[in-house]
């Protein structure tokens, strides 16, 4: 068998093997989303919020569905003026949560009790739901089950202008979005 075929098969056999790894997890024990974006004058910022809330449900990764939460009132960069800003663009008052709903889990290979991911969704934010891809992990272990989760996301396609302060500070559209959510050892299949 050459090389290449047999380095495909052996993928394909790990994938197969990570869709069927079982993952009951028990409930949401810490949850942190962080956001990275770009400014003129500033440049790069970082926001941080708690997960809110979190489920999902499924016996293995490739039946697994669920939903994470961030309150908008909860999101902070480290400046109250810039949080201020962001929530008033974000109107939290209208859209106070972001929701993000997992529809599939893709295994894309294991490494001990690893395995990396694709989880295909979608993103509910400011009043929009739109398809969303992220890459990410899921670690299972005796202290529970750690997911992250990273993607970007254009805030325009939100319906979200990107803010413009004293016509010189402009922030960009793109953000970077990662998810680190730790879930208590459920039971055993």
Known sequence: MPRAAAVFLAASLLARHAAA?????????????????????????????????????????????????????????????????????????????????????????????????????????HGVARAVRAEGTVATGSIGTEVTASFVIDMRDYGIRPPVRALLLRVAPDVAVTARLTFAPGRTP
Not at 32 to 44: A, D, P, Q, Y
């Open 21 to 125: 790894q079982a993952v009951v997890p028990g409930p949401l024990v810490a949850g942190e989303t962080t956001f990275l974006f770009h400014s003129t004058i500033v440049g790069r910022l970082q926001g941080r919020a708690p997960i809110a809330s979190a489920e999902f449900s499924g016996g293995t990764l490739a039946d697994v569905r669920g939903a994470a939460e961030v309150r908008v009132d909860r999101m902070e960069t480290g400046n109250g003026a810039r949080d201020r800003h962001l929530r008033e663009t974000l109107q939290a008052d209208s859209y106070p949560v972001i929701r993000f709903e997992v529809d599939s889990v893709a295994p894309e290979g294991s490494a001990g009790d690893t395995t990396a991911v694709i989880l295909s969704g979608r993103l509910v934010l």
